[in-house]
Each structure stands twice: as C-alpha cells, then as structure tokens.
C-alpha cells in the first residue's frame, strides 16, 4: 500500500487521484470516478467531491495498488 501525503485535512476524490498521480487530469479522473472504477474504504463511491480523510483507503478497480491518505 503506497502511502500519499496530504497537506490539509481533507481532500477532494478527483483532486486526490491527480495529486497522487492516479490520472494526470481532471477528466481522468471525472471518468473513472463516474464509471464506478474508485473504492474507498473498500465501497465503490461514484461522488467526485468525496472529501478524502487521513487513513482512507483509494483502490482502483483493475489495479492492485491500493493509496492510503496520509496527513
């Protein structure tokens, strides 16, 4: 599990996936959020402005690296 660094106490889902270089966009990641490919916390979550907290768990459906949110 790679651990991602944030610098403030939430952030939101798409934000998160180009931070974390996941996508390079933020059509990107528009489409994989919306497609249902995104589980946090184990769940699949279709919300983009999802705000993302220390210790949640981003897993992209069809890859096997899982991103933990560190604060």
Known sequence: MQKIKINTDTI????FL???????TGGEAKLLIKNG???VNGVIDTRRG????????????GKE???QVSR
């Open 12 to 15: 939101k889902m798409d934000q």
């Open 18 to 24: 180009k931070w974390a270089e996941i996508v390079s």
């Open 37 to 39: 490919k995104v589980k």
């Open 50 to 61: 999802l705000k993302l907290k220390d210790g949640d768990i981003v897993e992209i459906i």
């Open 65 to 67: 690296e899982k991103y």
